[in-house]
């Protein structure tokens, strides 16, 4: 295979086929110039929309099983269908504004059929190691890779590398003073999957973020009590939810809880939503980046390596509709470069760069380990990257429908799917309470 110029396709490398590795393919695969392998641990496309027969046995499976999981059973999204998928291919017409975990997962087995990626994947192949290697001043990418179902190892060189592995996979699991002294069961978010358990239970909330909610939701309506601990004291669900308690303080018994005015309750289990970290085993220290509970750097424009511009990761933004916007802007703006469209600045100025975006978010009081949190950011960044990148902006009834739809999460967290919001042209839509 030749290029269009008469040289050689360079090598790309594409580390996950969930949502960010499926749409990178997809950018690269149609393009002679490139030659383009996707390295996918498991034996199915998707990541974490995936949820295997037999997972709700085995909750806390690791991400090498076949029943590894990081969804339950009955999620359905939190972003409005429309902002809900990638370029060219929306998801059903006629569906619900937020759509069952099966409608996304079936939509990306549609994905990758209709733009045709399964040849590029290489199934059950796990990234062991990722260096950089110099090699006549040019720098190439080492990939340690192991054939899992043959119990083999290749070393392979690649120009370019495409880390897409997702950022809900480590849990994060901090000292919760709160629980210090209870002795019974605690598990993660990550690994819940049904409500049925929790039937006639006391449940202990640990968070209040998006997973905490909504599991939150789901279980008033089969545990006994549903406890809420959340940093700030706000009440969300209103009174009539009279199974649900928010509170900001307490202490811990080996069987319970202590609340500030002395009451002491029994739980039967504690729900940690603390959220996840991020997880990059196969990168050696040569790659020269730092990472921490939720930040990567130096990155330029949260997806760039400032060291190495070769190295690319999509999808680390947070607070971002589930795909779509944000995911595919970045790969649209990286092939940009990648095709020679798009200068980059100087090593010195990305550096430059990247401190200055993290210096302005602390200043505005966002923490460190949210580095790469988008929320009102995100549009004007995607606004950004098309400009200078030269490919199609979303239209503007996108960031509306995206502000209308947190705005009821954030007020309304056990009521905003009974929304129904579409887009009527580029710059309205409706949003109606059904």
């Not at 996707?38 to 027969?53: H, L, M, S």
């Not at 991400?63 to 999204?77: E, M, N, T």
């Not at 730092?290 to 390596?305: D, F, K, T």
């Not at 999509?314 to 916007?325: E, K, M, Q, V």
Request: charged content about 25%.
């Amino acid at each position: 295979m030749q290029r269009t110029d008469g040289s050689t396709p360079k090598r790309v490398a594409v580390i996950g086929a969930g949502v960010a590795g499926l749409c990178t393919l997809r950018h690269f695969s149609g393009d002679p110039n490139y030659r383009v392998t996707a390295f996918e641990q498991q034996d199915r496309i998707g990541g974490i929309w995936n949820y295997p027969e037999g997972c709700e046995e085995q909750p806390e499976a690791p991400d090498s099983s076949p029943l590894y999981c990081r969804v339950y059973r009955d999620l359905r999204i939190n972003s409005p269908r429309v902002l809900t998928h990638l370029r060219d291919l929306p998801l059903p017409a006629g569906s619900d504004t937020y759509v069952h975990r099966t409608v996304v997962r079936n939509y990306l087995t549609h994905y990758t059929s209709h733009f045709k990626l399964l040849p590029y994947i290489k199934f059950r192949h796990r990234v062991i190691s990722v260096t950089p290697v110099n090699i006549n001043t040019d720098i190439k990418w080492r990939l340690l890779v192991q054939d899992t179902a043959n119990q083999t190892f290749a070393d392979t060189l690649f120009d370019v590398l495409f880390i897409c592995n997702g950022h809900f996979n480590k849990p994060y699991l901090p000292d919760v003073p709160e629980i210090k002294v209870y002795q019974g069961p605690v598990i993660h978010s990550s690994a819940y999957r049904t409500p049925e358990p929790y039937r006639n239970k006391v449940v202990l909330m640990v968070g209040a973020g998006s997973s905490g909610n909504d599991i939150a939701c789901e279980l008033m309506h089969v545990a006994k009590t549903v406890i809420i601990k959340q940093k700030v004291a706000a009440r969300k669900f209103p009174d009539r939810f009279v199974n649900v308690q928010e509170v900001s303080h307490l202490k811990s018994t080996e069987e319970g809880v202590v609340f500030p005015n002395g009451t002491k309750t029994k739980i039967d289990a504690v729900i940690l939503c603390t959220g996840y970290q991020f997880d990059f085993p196969f990168l050696t220290p040569d790659c020269g980046l730092e990472i921490s509970r939720g930040r990567v750097a130096p990155l330029y424009r949260h997806m760039i390596s400032c060291v190495y511009p070769t190295m690319m990761f999509i999808g680390l933004l947070s607070h971002t509709p589930f795909f779509g916007a944000g995911t595919e802007d970045q790969v649209l703006f990286c092939k940009a470069y990648i095709d020679g469209k798009v200068k980059l600045p100087s090593r010195e100025d990305m550096i430059a760069d990247c401190d200055r975006d993290y210096r302005e978010r602390l200043a505005e009081g966002i923490l460190p380990h949210k580095a790469h949190m988008m929320r009102k950011k995100l549009w004007p960044y995607c606004r950004q990257l098309a400009e200078e990148a030269g490919f199609q902006p979303h239209d503007p009834v996108m960031e509306k429908i995206n502000a209308a739809s947190n705005q009821n999460i954030v007020w309304t967290p056990y009521d905003f799917r009974n929304y129904k919001i579409e887009k009527v042209d580029a710059d309205t839509f409706v949003c109606e309470h059904l």
